[in-house]
């Protein structure tokens, strides 16, 4: 298995890399921001900070996921690969589980650098406890799932399926977000609709022809 | 383990409504060469590619070793070697990488085995996979099958793109690996020459059927050739059972006939020829005959 990891690792090297430099971009950035952080205009760091997170977290995870299957696909990756000893499941754990670390590059220095700044910094922010924990948790699940929709759409042939269900997960989660900001019920909404996403991922990766 | 390295049971296979492979059945004994014939798609590489489970079958099972095709583990997987057709290795790595790769994912690999080969075919370490000439890729696939040491080699069409030099190694290769006892092997290929070489049991596909399935001397020992000469114009109401060719033209008679024994030699007889030759027939006459259109029947 960490062959297949090393391996899927080495092959996306570029996402890894613009994880890092996206992570440490957003850190510097976030410094400055909470430190001078202003609870009258909170809507300049949604608008500042919030808003290019989240896209720029759609297109990477979901490009991401689309070339490592759009990859194995055209280059014959799996055709090959199972040739040897590995399972298609195995190469697709180890894809995913790749895709996982490359969101968790990207998360765990912001989550951590937020969590020692929003403590730091003075006066106090008005910040309910676990509020750290739901918006990392939130946003890490939003990011599997644009992750997911990215190997649904490069392993298949058919592009509308999974750009529906993308359009739909997005005309859910927006209005919830503004609603009710990030909580349960959009944790919940985004681990069933990665669960879904998965199963389908994995049928349609274990069936189709190499 | 059952006797089978391979079991094929009524193996059926549509592409977009057409039929390519028509109930085939096929068992491949441990320790045979088995060489599977056809022309041009004839289904030999679909059979193979459902075989190693990156097709799934319409109708039917396919096992090996014990295995079934569409649930082969990753640890039955380490006892099969392949070589596919068109050499599907990963094109963009270089080649040591491609090695490293192989030999981390395998359960057990042959270094020294393995080194000889490389050095035999003077492969390069530093070139990509898609730098590599067509016959290149071919042995390095080759090599990185060989190199696991395995209880089952399937090879598809495995001297496509090989000189006449490389080709002969790879013979020399596969003979090597047949003097391992238990060992098996299916391959399939266009060059009869070398199967005929090599292979102790031939199948031969046409129209999506497995028409034989014995081994080579029983096949050319059965299928016969025959000259016949009449006195007078040939009959044209002479009928024999699995005629897979004729041709008559004047006095003479030429034909193909499958299982020829000696009740078809007397109904001959009956028509009072002159003379009667058999013209030695190689395995590339027998596939040709075989394969043309409508061949009437063949099965041995």
Request: net charge neutral; with cysteine.
């Amino acid at each position: 298995m960490f062959t297949l990891i090393k391996r899927e690792m080495l092959d996306h090297a570029v996402y890894f890399l613009g994880a890092v430099i996206f992570s440490t971009l957003f850190v510097l950035i976030s410094i400055p921001t909470i430190l001078h952080y202003d609870p009258r205009e909170p809507e300049i760091y949604a608008m500042g900070i919030g808003i290019p997170a989240i896209i720029i977290l759609i297109i990477c995870f979901c490009a991401m996921g689309a070339s490592q299957m759009y990859n194995d696909r055209n280059k014959k990756i799996s055709a090959f690969l199972t040739t040897l000893p590995v399972t298609r499941n195995k190469i697709l754990l180890a894809r995913i589980i790749t895709g996982t670390l490359a969101i968790l590059i990207f998360f765990l220095p912001l989550i951590i650098t937020s969590s020692i700044l929003l403590r730091l910094s003075a006066p106090p922010i008005p910040i309910y406890s676990g509020m750290i924990f739901e918006i990392s948790t939130a946003t890490f699940l939003m990011a599997f799932a644009c992750y997911c929709i990215g190997l649904q759409t490069g392993w298949s042939q058919n592009r509308i399926t999974p750009t529906l269900g993308g359009l739909a997960l997005s005309a859910i989660l927006v209005p919830l977000i503004i609603i009710k900001g990030f909580g349960l019920e959009i944790s919940v909404i985004l681990v069933l609709f990665i669960i879904a996403c998965l199963i389908r991922i994995r049928h349609t990766f274990t069936t189709t022809p190499l | 383990m059952s006797e089978n390295v391979i079991t094929i049971k009524n193996l059926v296979k549509f592409f977009d409504g057409r039929c390519v492979l028509d109930g085939i059945n096929l068992n491949v004994p441990c320790g045979c060469i088995y060489g599977l014939l056809g022309r041009n798609g004839a289904g030999k590489t679909t059979i193979i590619r459902i075989l190693l489970g990156l097709e799934p079958p319409t109708r039917g099972q396919t096992f090996m070793l014990d295995a079934e095709s569409t649930e082969l583990s990753a640890k039955i997987r380490g006892r099969i070697g392949c070589v596919s057709e068109g050499h599907n290795l990963i094109q963009n790595y270089k080649v040591g990488r491609l090695i490293q790769l192989c030999k981390d994912l395998s359960l057990q690999w042959n270094d020294e085995f393995f080194e000889h080969l490389i050095e035999t075919f003077r492969l390069p370490m530093d070139r990509r996979v898609k730098e590599l000439s067509m016959g290149m890729r071919a042995q390095l696939n080759l090599a990185l099958a060989m190199a696991i040491d395995p209880e089952l080699l399937i090879l598809d069409d495995p001297t496509l793109g090989l000189d006449t030099v490389a080709r002969r190694q790879f013979i020399e290769l596969a003979i090597d690996i047949i003097q391992k006892q238990g060992r098996t092997i299916l391959f399939s290929s266009h060059i009869l020459s070398d199967v005929e070489r090599i292979a102790d049991r031939i199948g031969i596909l046409a129209a999506g059927k497995l028409i034989v399935d014995c081994p080579l001397e029983e096949l050319k020992e059965r299928v016969k050739k025959l000259r016949v000469i009449f006195p007078e114009s040939a009959p044209q109401s002479l009928y024999l059972t699995e005629i897979v060719n004729q041709k008559i033209d004047g006095r003479e008679l030429v034909m193909t006939v499958a299982n020829w024994n000696d009740r078809k030699q007397t109904i001959l007889e009956t028509f009072k020829p002159s003379s009667c030759t058999e013209i030695p027939m190689s395995l590339e006459d027998i596939f040709i005959e075989c394969t043309r259109p409508n061949p009437k029947v063949a099965e041995c």
